[in-house]
């Protein structure tokens, strides 16, 4: 989001305090996103570690964000600062827009979250039963894979990865 209402929108999004920031400046309609930035509600999306399953890390890491964010506006008394984003990205975050597979078979992954990658790299391969390689995933453009399948079986429109471009100037938004 922009303007305004972006700018309230990533302040308490780095409130929170996550490693790793990620900045969307398109936010797909009918999403819970779009739907709070029409009634001018600044919002952010929150996810650690992914896969469906939760870590006492990830549970500590929500608690204390949450708390962060709570005093950021002004509902709890002040926390102690967060520490900056490690790692600040940007681009569309439209799950529709995942890279996705054509055929069906098993999802071999080839990278990591949050590992760069350059545009042409092999991200993952479809394999067939016996290991033969059906479909090869490949980075569209450089950038860091910001987000990856969990699940090994694929069927054809299935997402397979998402990349995210890095922020080239921390004040330009």
């Known amino acids: 989001a922009r303007g305004a209402l972006g700018a309230r929108c990533e302040a308490a999004a780095l409130a929170f305090g996550a ?22 509600v600044p919002s952010m999306y929150l996810e650690c570690g992914g896969g469906g ?24 008394p002040p926390e102690p600062a967060a520490p900056p984003a490690q790692l600040r990205l940007r681009s569309t975050g439209d799950t529709d827009t995942w890279l996705a597979v054509t055929t069906a078979g098993i999802l071999v992954e080839r990278v990591a979250i949050l590992q760069p990658v350059h545009a042409g790299q092999t991200l993952g391969e479809v394999l067939d039963e016996r290991g033969k390689v059906l479909e090869t995933l490949t980075a569209p453009h450089a ?13 054809p429109g299935d997402g397979g990865y998402m990349i995210a471009q890095p922020e080239s100037d921390p004040e330009e938004h």
Do not use: E, K
């Open 19 to 40: 490693p790793v920031y990620w900045a969307h400046q398109d936010i797909a309609p009918g999403r819970s996103l779009s739907v709070a930035l029409d009634a001018g």
């Open 53 to 76: 399953r939760v870590r006492p890390s990830d549970l500590h890491a929500y608690t204390l964000g949450v708390r962060r964010v709570l005093a950021h506006l002004g509902l709890l």
């Open 143 to 155: 950038g860091v894979v910001i987000m990856a399948r969990r699940t090994a079986r694929v069927r």
